[in-house]
Nanobody
Framework: QVQLVESGGGLVQPGGSLNLSCAASGSALDYFAIGWFRQAPGKEREGVSCIITESGHTYYADSVKGRFTISRDSASNTAYLQMNSLKPEDTAIYYC??????????????????WGQGTQVTVSS
């Protein structure tokens, strides 16, 4: 199973930026797509963004469109989530995960989904 290691969270003021990384071990052939979920206190987990490894096609939640950009470096097998114009409502634990991209929920788990350890993103003045 693919191992995922996340980095890049932290505390930022509203309007600021953060870049999350998710380094995957093993082969990119081991998973179809990779992306991020987030979970804020007292809220359900939601899909944020997803990228299909072969085509590079991307998916975003409506709440982050135009502010977040997902990308993937095939050479290092690392996915990135560039988050700009951050808002307090973006505060959550962000988890990278392998899965399937989906136009409704953005990213969906499968029985072979691998998870990163999670990283805290806090947007506050």
């Amino acid at each position: 199973q693919v191992q995922l290691v996340e980095s890049g969270g932290g505390l930022v003021q509203p309007g600021g930026s953060l870049n999350l990384s998710c380094a995957a071990s093993g082969s990119a052939l081991d998973y179809f797509a990779i992306g991020w979920f987030r979970q804020a206190p007292g809220k359900e987990r939601e899909g944020v963004s997803c990228i299909i490894t072969e085509s590079g096609h991307t998916y975003y939640a409506d709440s982050v469109k135009g502010r977040f950009t997902i990308s993937r470096d095939s050479a290092s097998n690392t996915a990135y989530l560039q988050m700009n114009s951050l808002k307090p409502e973006d505060t959550a634990i962000y988890y990278c995960a392998t899965g399937v991209c989906n136009t409704i929920v953005v990213i969906r788990e499968t029985r072979t989904t691998s998870w990163g350890q999670g990283t805290q993103v806090t947007v506050s003045s």
